[in-house]
């Protein structure tokens, strides 16, 4: 019972942060035409992809507009850090619990100064929707947006800590599925009746949420033995194993290639006009943006896992991959799986990102407008990492009455 009622105070304390961070989003910065905002921005790409992951915030410029992109930016550049800068990995891998604070408020100043960098960006971006733009309007939009940002990062933390799931991700979680609703009603349908449009999309998203699910839970397991696993009763022994995910950068490959894709497309500067020339062509999209999935793909891999510590860490048990020398080795074979696994896994992302735009020109019907196969990839991911995190509590719980 004492674990039950852990679990329901989690969930009860999730809920309420994530009910709290909702309605600030739509407590509007004093000062802004919000009626001109809203149908200037209508039609604007960057802005209504950013939407997606600030829950609409970027529409209304509320208190908590900024969202956890800054917390969520920050976080990346740390991991950056750390691979770049030798003294940052030595205070992560060798000092424990200090070294993991040390890291955190490393990030926790990062995210003020990033919330500071795009404060000052939304402050002078909006000085034709304010009625009345001056230094001391701007001064006061860039402590309120600032500070929303810092307490969407404690908010996060909190989830994290004291809630269930990871705070980051169910704030973005909330925010995708609270833009649903709005996003159903831009859907086209051209050809075909309701009735046989209904029966394509309710097809099209299981089969995204297929794809989905194997993206975000397949991996490989790479069977390691110990030196003290000898003879024949051993073989009756649970075998162990290294997972490794078929994607490990998640959904971030495809989200910051997107992000680059959209770039040139507002870009003023005629040195890259000839890029938005070959972007409009697209065979050349397509293969661009395939690339930057892949490239980012082997980016986020090379983040998340170091091969040179996994083959270490071996070596310290007394473990060894079978038929793999331990060693360099075996730092070359798991070299060789993961690039495996990171290039298939970066095709699938591939393909389903491109899925509702293959489907629209097969069916002619322009499904999944505003509901793009990113947002699924973070719906679904967060979705099995939180029932995940709610079964470990079950069975902990159901362990303890068995041993009681």
């Known amino acids: 019972m004492e674990k039950r009622k852990k679990l329901a105070n989690r969930i009860l304390i999730t809920l309420t942060i994530l009910f709290v961070s909702r309605i600030g989003i739509f407590i509007p910065i004093p000062g802004i035409d919000q009626k001109e905002l809203t149908e200037s921005i209508s039609d604007n790409t960057i802005v209504n ?17 900024l969202g956890i992109i800054p917390y969520i930016n920050s976080s990346i550049i740390t991991q950056l850090l750390i691979k770049v800068i030798p003294t940052l990995e030595e205070i992560q891998k060798n000092e424990g619990e200090i070294g993991k604070q040390r890291i955190n408020n490393i990030t926790r100043y990062l995210t003020l100064l990033w919330g500071l960098i795009q404060s000052v960006s939304i402050g002078i971006w909006i000085k034709p929707y304010t009625f009345e733009w001056s230094t001391s309007f701007l ?9 929303g940002s810092i307490i969407m990062m404690w908010f996060a933390e909190m989830i994290t800590e004291y809630g269930i799931g990871n705070g980051a991700s169910m704030l973005i979680f909330q925010n995708i599925i609270s833009n649903i609703p709005k996003n159903i009603n831009t859907y086209k349908i051209n050809d075909f009746d309701h009735r046989t449009t209904n029966l394509i999309l309710l097809a099209a998203c299981i089969i995204i949420f297929v794809i989905n699910i194997i993206i975000q839970d397949s991996k490989r397991k790479i069977e390691i033995v110990s030196s003290k696993q ?24 495809i989200i910051f290639a997107s992000a680059t894709m959209a770039i040139p497309q507002y870009a003023k500067l005629n040195g890259l006009s000839a890029i938005k020339l070959i972007l409009s062509n697209n065979l050349f999209y397509l293969s661009i943006y395939s690339m930057l999935i892949v490239i ?4 986020y891999s090379s983040i998340i896992l170091n091969i040179d510590d996994m083959a270490e860490n071996l070596q310290k048990v007394g473990a060894s991959i079978p038929n793999i020398r331990p060693g360099q080795e075996t730092v070359e074979y798991l070299k060789k799986v993961i690039n495996q696994l990171t290039f298939i896994g ?15 020109n097969i069916t002619k019907i322009n499904l999944l407008q505003g509901l793009g196969t990113t947002s699924l990839l973070i719906l679904v991911g967060v979705a099995i990492d939180t029932a995940k995190q709610i079964q470990t509590y079950i069975i902990s719980e159901q362990y303890d009455n068995i041993m009681e």
Do not use: H, R, W
């Open 49 to 65: 992809f950013l939407n997606v992951f600030s829950g609409g915030g970027f529409s209304t410029i509320g208190i908590f507009s």
């Open 296 to 299: 980012f793909s082997y980016f």
């Open 346 to 360: 970066s095709v699938f992302l591939f393909i389903i990102a491109q899925f509702p735009l293959i489907l629209s």
């Open 230 to 253: 000898l003879g024949e009763e051993n073989k009756l022994l649970t075998q162990n194993y290294i997972p490794l995910k078929l994607n490990q950068g998640g959904v971030m490959p």
């Open 139 to 147: 001064l006061d939009c860039i402590i309120t947006l600032t500070t």
